[in-house]
């Protein structure tokens, strides 16, 4: 478990560079989620990777940190069930109206987030 919260990682810092980048991208991957139900999907992936998270954690360098992750991704797919794409939709639409700097702020974070999860590791 341990090895895939890294490689996890390693995909959040590739998405954070990307964003970063072309900071376009990630109003595409956003556009794309928020189609039909597929928010649905990505509550599904989030509950996975908290399952992955909190499996991982005690045999991490930082367990807390990686438990936290694991909570954040629990949170977020338990909301993107409750709310649903109805009321869901509209804030994501409102955070992706953001300038490019506040695009890129926003791959900062991911990226950093990406670094921290790595190093936890």
Do not use: H
């Amino acid at each position: 478990m341990v090895g895939l919260v890294k490689l996890l990682g390693i995909v959040i810092v590739v998405f954070g560079v990307i964003y970063l980048i072309k900071p376009v991208i990630m109003q595409r991957v956003t556009r794309y989620w928020m189609q039909g139900n597929r928010l649905y999907i990505a509550g599904g992936i989030n509950l996975l990777f908290s399952v992955i998270f909190f499996s991982a954690a005690p045999k991490c360098s930082w367990p807390l940190f990686i438990g936290i992750i694991g909570a954040i991704a629990l949170i977020k797919g338990i909301i993107d069930f409750v709310l649903g794409p109805k009321k869901l939709i509209p804030i994501m639409e409102e955070l992706m109206k953001g300038s490019r700097r506040v695009l890129r702020l926003m791959a900062v974070i991911v990226l950093g987030l990406g670094v921290l999860i790595i190093y936890a590791v």
